[in-house]
């Protein structure tokens, strides 16, 4: 039974690809949109764009059909390439998270952010400084008074976590050890057994240790307090300047017409405007939503892309 | 204990649908099936299933994968003990002692006694995962970075103890496994090592590893040397089955010794189910008070190592479940399976995704019980699918794998690597070098190097991080006492055999 699912959906795939290919027509859009997402089924790419997919048809926003198509492997790279590879064709539209900006920063693919076309930021993921509610560092002022030299926790080298920590180091003017893990769980898993004496982390896995009361989170990433967490206060407000959240957004191919542009566009920001979109996604999700338009996300990018390369160059992560 | 039934029962709410029923019913004759076919092994089994799991919920794909896996200790016997051809190499045992029974005109009392012990050494078995894995959870998650390298690192240094005929080759394969490991990106540096092409910044994919290694590796090998079983047409009624009074008798004992021996040794990091059994075996024949029996159809030598291969089954997943340490390989494959459904296997599994993982006991549970009922009231239909499925046994195994590693990507760059690993793991049948190693070097490795590098940040650069923990401590020590142990028998065996000579 599952095998015949797994033919229909190999089948339906090459049907896709091969429609991809027809030359296109004057109207936009001329046939399906395509979603493409750059991990697997279940991945957080996927489940952003099928929940927009969903919206969308529900609200009528698309005139044409929507297709959720996975295109995993290479940390994006795979998606990108894909994506390029149907430059100037509007019936695109790829997830872009961190890994938009690192996967070219870091290796070797040829394509960078500037070959795609920014259509919209619909969100941010805060970063927190979150510490084991058991041990010695209470606030903020604890930490910069420490006299050695702390660990931190957070996920792989030059992730957003690792670039806070960085940030931090520097606005407290004292050395911390960045200690790498694999993933959300590792991080909580040695904050809670105090392996670690605080750590940098994306909000979702944290959130209901400090509902619960076994962590406390110090400080938040983002410009201003956000609702989830009303009484963290953010590092700005406590006199260090760091702004840096994870983004969640999307991009069309190169080199797309103008008309073409503002479909998107029109259809992604009413999505967004949505009660279900706020239900469904934005709430269940812990994300902060900030929604910013092409030129803005443009800009963005090419704030967040220098943030990256230099963090990365001084990581010696790229040479 | 209470909230261990409480959550338990929740498990079995999930898992007590239609669908998941007949979900789990499938998974174990199909398990049954691979099981009996020679060839084809529990890793086999659970690798050509895994990309079957990718749409469903996770609760009902690792049910499918346990109870596959659990089938395949159920099926080997029955081959082993019809035509003395083992389905697997955790039923070479039961081929000594069951093959000798069918002989004498006792198959089905054979079949009946392996089937019974089997469900026994199962149960036991589930029953010390169900209140021993909340137990190890809650202590697990104090355990940092240097015990879990500590724990590798026993894991890996018992390949080699417990490699078979020849270390070297077990070496060799462990080497190439770390090698292997070693492609896509680093998290801990952050940058990405051998990407010859994009595909390959997130390393080489596991399940197309596997499904290459145990799917078309085992084809290409069987080409070679066409088996055919020839199963006759074994007729065995109901009553055959049951064992009499005096039989039950003679099988309790060694069927409960084999259960606490296969779990604890199914606990052991790479021990398991093979192992177990020739452990079980060698116990009953010593306790035996008429060895001369053995090999010519002792019911101990039989109940004890079914018992003790089912119950390996269970013990191996204690380790996976609340540490995230594979104990074998089928585990190992395992694993690969929960970090695919993306589940984040460690100390915080428990805590975090306890719903699936009581959802996947409950469905073992479940599996157990079908899997004890289908072994004695179809014993002629497995016979029946044995002589359809082994005339296209290769096309059914390849279609399987290629549609396997094509779904993983949707693309067909995984259907080459499986090809690779298909030729890799030919040569490899062909030459005698054992797979069980690879494998557990291809997951064992890239987390005992992370571990290890995050020991040492932690400890800013002082090795003592390892010695000054208690629980490090106890595992370095207890290493020490394991290799010098293995070497003193070793000399002491020369030595004897230098003796006798």
């Known amino acids: 039974m599952t095998f015949v699912k797994l033919m229909k959906g190999a089948l339906a795939g090459a049907v896709a690809l091969s429609f991809a290919g027809v030359a296109q027509a004057d109207d936009f859009p001329s046939r399906g949109i395509e979603f493409v997402a750059g991990y697997g089924p279940g991945g957080g790419h996927d489940t952003m764009l099928r929940a927009m997919a969903k919206i969308i048809q529900n609200n009528e926003l698309s005139s044409v059909p929507i297709n959720v198509v996975n295109k995993p492997g290479g940390s994006s790279a795979v998606a990108l390439g894909y994506l390029n590879s149907h430059k100037g064709d509007g019936h695109f539209l790829m997830s872009a998270t961190s890994s938009f900006l690192t996967t070219p920063l870091t290796s070797n693919i040829g394509l960078d952010y500037t070959n795609f076309t920014p259509i919209a930021r619909l969100g941010i993921d805060p970063e927190l400084l979150v510490v084991n509610a058991s041990g010695s560092y209470k606030t903020l002022d604890d930490i910069a008074k420490a006299d050695k030299v702390l660990n931190v926790g957070g996920s792989g080298t030059g992730s957003i976590e690792n670039i806070v920590t960085i940030k931090l180091a520097e606005a407290l003017g004292k050395k911390l050890n960045y200690i790498p893990f694999q993933g959300d769980g590792e991080v909580t898993a040695a904050l809670l057994s105090n392996q670690i004496d605080f750590a940098i982390t994306n909000t979702g896995p944290v959130g209901d240790f400090i509902k619960t009361g076994r962590f406390s989170a110090l400080a938040i990433s983002t410009e201003k307090r956000v609702d989830l967490f009303p009484d963290v206060p953010t590092f700005i407000e406590q006199g260090y300047n760091i702004n840096l959240s994870l983004f969640r957004g999307v991009v069309a191919a190169g080199d797309i017409g103008d008309e073409e542009k503002a479909y998107l566009l029109k259809m992604v920001k009413d999505m967004s405007e949505t009660k279900e979109w706020q239900e469904n996604y934005i709430q269940p999700n812990s994300v902060v939503p900030d929604f910013l338009g092409p030129d803005e996300f443009a800009e963005y990018l090419k704030g967040m892309n220098d943030v990256y390369k230099t963090s990365l160059t001084n990581l010696g992560i790229i040479k | ?501």
């Open chain 2, 1 to 501: 204990m209470l909230d261990t039934l409480a959550s338990l029962s929740g498990g079995f709410e999930t898992v007590l649908t239609f669908h998941n029923i007949v979900l789990i019913f499938l998974a174990g004759i199909i398990g049954t099936v691979i099981g009996a076919l020679p060839g084809l092994g529990p890793s086999a089994g659970i690798a050509l299933m895994l990309p079957l799991t990718f749409g469903m919920p996770h609760a009902s794909g690792l049910c499918l994968l346990t109870g596959v896996y659990m089938g395949t200790m159920y099926g080997g016997r029955i081959t082993s003990i019809l035509i003395n051809t083992p389905g697997d190499a955790p039923a070479i045992i039961t081929a000594l002692e069951g093959y000798p029974m069918m002989r004498q005109g006792k198959g089905g009392l054979a079949l009946g006694i392996s089937a019974i012990s089997s469900f026994v050494g199962g149960f036991f078995g589930l029953a010390v995962l169900v209140f021993f894995a909340p137990i190890v959870a809650e202590y697990a998650i104090f355990l940092g970075p240097p015990e879990y390298f500590m724990l590798m690192l026993v894991g890996l240094s018992t390949i080699v103890l417990l490699a078979g005929d020849d270390v070297f080759k077990a070496l060799i394969v462990t080497c190439f496994g770390f090698l292997v490991s070693t492609f896509g990106s680093d998290y801990i540096s952050g940058h990405i090592r051998f990407a010859f092409v994009p595909e390959l910044i997130e390393g080489i994919d596991f399940v197309a590893i596997i499904i290459g290694l145990y799917g078309l590796g085992e084809v290409f090998y069987n080409l070679e040397r066409k088996i055919v079983l020839n199963l006759g047409k074994p007729n065995f009624r109901f009553s055959d089955y049951i064992p009499g009074k005096e039989d039950l008798k003679q099988a309790s004992g060694p069927t409960v010794r084999g259960s606490v021996l296969g779990t604890f040794i199914g606990i052991l990091p790479g021990a398991g189910a093979t192992i177990a059994t020739f452990l079980a075996y060698a116990l009953e024949r010593k306790l035996s008070k008429n060895p001369e029996n053995f090999g010519k159809g002792a019911i101990a030598g039989l109940a004890s190592p079914e018992a003790s291969n089912n119950a390996a089954v269970p013990g191996s997943l204690i380790p996976l479940i609340t540490l995230g340490i594979p104990g074998s390989g089928g585990t190992a494959i395992m694993l690969g399976a929960l970090i695919m459904f993306g589940l984040q296997p460690g100390p915080l599994l428990m805590i975090q995704s306890g719903d699936v993982v009581w959802a996947m006991i409950a469905g073992l549970i479940l599996a157990n019980f079908f899997l004890l009922a289908s072994n004695v009231l179809l014993i002629p239909l497995f016979v029946n699918m044995l002589r359809l499925v082994q005339k296209h046994l290769p096309s059914i195994v390849v279609g399987l794998c290629i549609v396997g590693a094509f779904s993983l990507n949707y693309g067909t760059f995984n259907i080459w690597i499986a090809l690779i690993f298909g030729v890799i793991g030919y040569l490899m049948r062909k030459n005698d070098y054992p797979t069980g190693p690879f494998i557990l070097a291809v997951v064992l490795a890239p987390l005992a190097e992370n571990y290890f590098r995050q020991s040492i940040m932690l400890a800013q650069g002082s090795w003592s991080i390892f010695i000054n923990r208690p629980v490090s401590l106890t595992l370095v020590v207890f290493m020490v006492l394991v290799v010098c142990a293995s070497i003193i028998s070793k000399q002491l065996l020369r030595r004897r055999r230098v003796g006798t000579e």
